[in-house]
């Protein structure tokens, strides 16, 4: 993998990695599902202003209506696990744990996306791969606080919370995969404004059913912008973009193997704003987890 195309997949897991941190200061305010639809609000509006200044769109528009037709079913499965599913359990789970627990177990989604990946896409892994699929699990484990000798106690620390946050991992992984499904057929922009539609439809309706108030807009202070911002048009529409964009050539394995920067991350952030300390073991696995996502950066031989 290029050397600017993994720095730009590292850039966006560190703008995901803070997305639980400003999901936890919305929902001091607002439910887990009106976090869930001012999210994706303002990440759908901001696709939409990318979109009218694509130019490739408009010289291709009868290409791409086609196109949008054509794959419907992968447009609308996408909508419905990683923009509806994923996003209310997400901040369901967020709200019952912690914005570190929940980066944390995102280290778990690249394992869920090479699985579903070897399902429906019939990719092969190389050897170097399984290795680096190997070190990553093993780092996350340290990282996760499963020491050695002291397994089954570690396992008392997941909740509910942590429970949901897990079963979002699934469904954000089919994102992954169903791009790559439509890779070439659809631009990037064009299935993530689509697929972003549906879930945001489906958003709308459970708010309304739910018979809670629309999120006031008169309730958001300068912070609570300044966090939708940053989750919706920034960790949202321009991650989700070119991540896209890059499975259009790069395997899912591969791509997938730079999630597991997120818990280090995550990590970090508690260490610098919640003065949260990483112990010898899960400072071991952090550079475990690095030294897997080194693997990958070497291009296949011919």
Not at 24 to 33: D, G, H, T, V, Y
Not at 118 to 128: D, K, Y
Request: hydrophobic share 55%; proline share 4%; with cysteine.
């Amino acid at each position: 993998m290029p050397w600017l195309t993994l720095g730009g997949l590292l850039l966006c897991n560190a703008i995901w990695a803070t997305n639980p941190v400003m999901g936890k200061i919305l929902l001091r305010e607002f439910s887990a599902i009106q976090v869930s639809w001012l999210r994706y609000a303002l990440a759908f509006l901001a696709s939409l202003f990318f979109l009218f200044l694509l130019p490739i769109f408009h010289k291709e528009k009868g290409s791409e209506c086609a196109a949008l037709r054509a794959n419907a079913h992968w447009i609308f499965l996408a909508g419905l696990f990683t923009f509806f599913g994923s996003a209310l359990t997400q901040y369901l789970g967020l709200s019952l744990s912690t914005a570190s627990a929940n980066s944390i177990i995102v280290a778990m989604e690249p394992l869920a996306a090479i699985v579903l990946a070897r399902i429906f896409l019939r990719e092969q892994l190389e050897t170097r791969q399984f290795f680096a699929i190997a070190l990553a699990l093993l780092g996350f484990s340290l990282l996760s606080n499963l020491k050695p000798g002291n397994f089954v106690a570690s396992l008392l620390v997941f909740n509910l919370g942590n429970l949901l946050l897990l079963l979002t991992m699934p469904m954000e992984a089919m994102y992954t995969i169903l791009s790559r499904k439509v890779a070439g057929r659809l631009s990037p922009l064009v299935f993530f404004t689509a697929a972003l539609f549906v879930g945001f439809c489906f958003l709308s309706a459970t708010l309304f059913f739910s018979g809670q108030e629309w999120p006031s807009l008169s309730r958001l202070s300068g912070t609570h912008w300044f966090a939708l911002l940053w989750m919706g048009p920034l960790g949202t529409t321009i991650t989700y973009t070119f991540w896209t964009l890059t499975l259009v050539k790069a395997p899912v394995a591969l791509v997938a193997l730079t999630l597991f920067l997120q818990p280090i991350l995550g990590a970090l952030g508690g260490a610098i704003f919640l003065q949260e300390r990483l112990d010898y073991w899960q400072s071991l696995g952090a550079v475990i987890i690095l030294s897997a996502l080194l693997l990958t950066m070497g291009r296949k031989k011919s």
